[in-house]
């Protein structure tokens, strides 16, 4: 390494905007979660007004946020504040619909506390909520990095800017992709390795519609792989894992992916 190299590096430090470390601004959001999922705490017991001043606290630490985000400086970050904790109650029915969707679409689950507490789907469409609620009010930046952020915790990558339906559930979860422009409509179900992604493009058709939409009441199993902006898997349908699918298909449909297996006895071979 030679001066010319460290020169570089300082130079492009000048350059960097001001934006608060990805940790703080995932643990606010983690806090938030914690005021709105007694599930997540142990032996939560404060009063109401303790609730009221913990939420308080929680706002505030949201406009510290903005406030320290170079981006947001032309923002109206006390507005949108106040927006975002406005929309909290409705955020958290849908959140709750959520792991009512996982915890009746798994055998395993004992209880929507066990969704609550310990399920990556859950954790990461909680996280995408609260990212898309801040992408709705135009922030910048900091739905992209909660979304990352829950990638990383679960393996689960959401984009924020997706639309989804109530009612979601994902199972297991792990290698789940969903793109910028994916809709998403109630009461749909996907397992891990799903992707619901773009036919490649060119920068220039980045604001076009890239991602497929899923209508209600589909279930799409592990492995497959659903892709382009015009592409609807009408409701009520069914998708199997390992499916490749770049065109529409009508409501109350079954698409599977044939494979051909081979089951050889071992032991004629010793």
């Given at each position: ?14 350059e ?7 940790g ?64 909290l ?10 792991a ?10 004992t ?22 609620r ?64 773009a ?11 890239r ?6 009441r ?12 015009d592409?609807v ?38």
């Amino acid at each position: 390494m030679n001066d010319e190299f460290f020169s570089q590096l300082y130079r492009k430090q000048q350059e960097i905007n001001d934006v608060p470390p990805n940790g703080r601004i995932a643990g606010w959001a983690l806090g938030l979660l914690d005021l709105l999922f007694p599930e997540r705490q142990t032996h939560p017991d404060r009063t109401i007004e303790q609730l009221k001043t913990q939420f308080t606290q929680s706002e505030k630490e949201l406009v510290g946020i903005l406030n320290r985000t170079k981006a947001c400086e032309d923002c109206n970050n006390g507005l949108i504040a106040t927006q975002f904790y406005g929309s909290l109650p409705e955020m958290r029915r849908m959140m709750y619909t959520d792991a009512a969707a996982i915890y009746e679409g798994d055998p395993a689950a004992t209880s929507e506390f066990e969704v609550i507490r310990t399920y990556p789907g859950f954790l990461a469409i909680a996280l995408y909520r609260l990212a898309h609620r801040l992408m709705t009010l135009d922030v910048p930046l900091l739905p992209r990095i909660l979304t990352e952020h829950g990638h990383s915790q679960t393996g689960i990558d959401i984009h924020p800017a997706a639309q989804i339906g109530e009612y979601f559930c994902i199972d297991h979860g792990t290698g789940v992709v969903i793109g910028e422009t994916a809709v998403i409509g109630n009461q749909v179900k996907i397992y891990q390795g799903v992707t619901l992604g773009a036919m490649s493009v060119e920068k220039f058709l980045a604001n076009t519609r890239r991602h497929p939409t899923i209508q209600d009441r589909v279930v799409i199993y592990a492995g497959a792989t659903i892709l382009g902006g015009d592409t609807v898997i009408g409701h009520d349908s069914v998708i199997g894992g390992n499916v490749w699918l770049t065109s529409s298909i009508p409501p109350y449909t079954t698409v599977y992916h044939q494979s051909t297996v081979k089951i050889v006895d071992s032991k004629t071979t010793h």
